[in-house]
């Protein structure tokens, strides 16, 4: 929830925005991995974890970053409530 409250009020230039855009960017080439296959990711990651939770879509942030002399994929998923198992 204070991630939410954060980002209605916080207002990043549009200059800031580009740069992690052109970070992801670089970090994907880097990693060998294109646009269309994150995207993949993202629809399976969402797929699989839609099982057991209740997640925001919208407001997930899947992303792959350096971590020293790795590629690490970090994600951010907003989960409302847990799935009643049967």
């Known amino acids: ?3 939410s409250l954060k980002r209605i ?3 990043e230039s ?7 855009r052109l970070q992801m960017v670089l970090i994907q080439d ?21 099982k057991y939770m209740i ?4 407001d997930m942030e899947i992303s ?3 971590v020293d002399d790795s590629v690490a994929l970090v994600a951010n998923i907003p989960v409302h409530t ?3 198992q049967k």
């Open 1 to 3: 929830m204070l991630d």
């Open 9 to 11: 009020f916080s207002h």
């Open 82 to 84: 847990m799935r009643h």
């Open 30 to 50: 880097r990693a060998s991995v294109s646009p269309e296959v994150m995207e993949k990711l993202r629809d399976d990651i969402i797929q699989v974890i839609s």
């Open 14 to 20: 549009s200059g800031k925005v580009a740069k992690k």
């Open 64 to 66: 792959l970053e350096n």
């Open 55 to 58: 997640i925001d879509k919208t």
